[in-house]
């Protein structure tokens, strides 16, 4: 498993995309793709709105079977801790999970990417 973050608008989907040599039409978005695909894509980008979709849906993410179904996946996501807490209760606790999901997330990957302004850089290998 690969996770790569960042701001938003940083340019993570290209710079995955290039990096792991994935054309942008194999990818899948996190925003509306069907739940399943997190098991079969090669690349999931906007993983953070995924994970807002299962909230909604009351669902938890199972990072064993995660794990276990589809451990190469390059997952992309934004960062959410940064700037002002949202005054939404359903907001605050969707930024909550999703930083807890990727921190569990990234000590199981194999690497790491934070991207600012197009450019990466590794900060976990191995």
């Not at 190469?72 to 807890?100: M, S, W």
Request: with cysteine; hydrophobic share 40%.
């Amino acid at each position: 498993m690969i996770l790569v973050t960042g701001g938003c608008f940083q340019g993570k989907t290209q710079y995955a995309c290039e990096t792991f040599g994935i054309r942008m039409e194999e990818a899948v978005d996190g925003a509306v793709c069907p739940p399943e695909a997190l098991y079969e894509a090669g690349l999931l980008y906007h993983f953070h709105l995924y994970i807002q979709r299962l909230m909604k849906a009351g669902e938890e993410l199972s990072l064993e079977r995660l794990k276990e179904e589809n451990p190469d996946i390059i997952l992309v996501t934004n960062e959410l801790g940064y700037g002002v807490v949202p005054v939404d209760r359903f907001d605050r606790a969707y930024r909550e999970k999703t930083g807890r999901v990727c921190c569990r997330i990234a000590k199981e990957a194999v690497q790491v990417h934070r991207v600012v302004c197009g450019i990466g850089t590794v900060i976990k290998d191995g």
